[in-house]
């Protein structure tokens, strides 16, 4: 089993930035285990379906980002830290939502929460106008 844990939600306006935070425990306690999970964010705004907002691919090899997030957010991990992150800079309003980190084993279909493994409890990110 993998625990995920995310940190770094908040209330913010228009424009600014947040850090989030993905702490994984258990299996992929090394380096090296956690190398091989690639790591994605999810978004749930209040009556969406959840939505894919950024995978990073093992070992950071590769990186893929939805349109709308695309030059604003950057994912990142560190292994040695068994953490994945999310950088959000020029958050829109449209940004609301619980965030999600998940983790699986494949890269294939990174975009589709239904083929992640682990997920933990999520973090709220609002953006007032």
């Known amino acids: 089993q993998v625990q995920l844990v995310e940190s770094g939600g908040g209330l913010v306006q228009a424009g600014d930035s947040l850090r989030l935070s993905c702490a994984a425990s258990?299996?992929?306690?090394?380096?090296?285990?956690?190398?091989?999970?690639?790591m994605g964010w999810f978004r749930q705004a209040p009556g969406k379906e959840r939505e894919f907002v950024a995978a990073?691919?093992?070992?950071?090899?590769?990186?893929y980002y939805t349109d709308s997030v695309k030059g604003r957010f950057r994912i990142s991990r560190d292994d040695d830290k068994y953490t994945a992150y999310l950088q959000m800079n020029g958050l829109k309003p449209d940004d609301l939502a619980i965030y999600y980190c998940?983790?699986?084993?494949?890269?294939?279909?990174?975009?589709?929460?239904?083929?992640?493994?682990?997920w933990g409890q999520g973090t709220q990110v609002t953006v007032s106008s």
């Open positions: 990073i691919s093992r070992h950071g090899t590769n990186t």
């Open positions: 258990g299996r992929a306690t090394s380096s090296y285990t956690m190398g091989w999970y690639t």
């Open positions: 998940g983790a699986r084993l494949n890269s294939y279909d990174y975009d589709d929460p239904q083929k992640y493994n682990y």
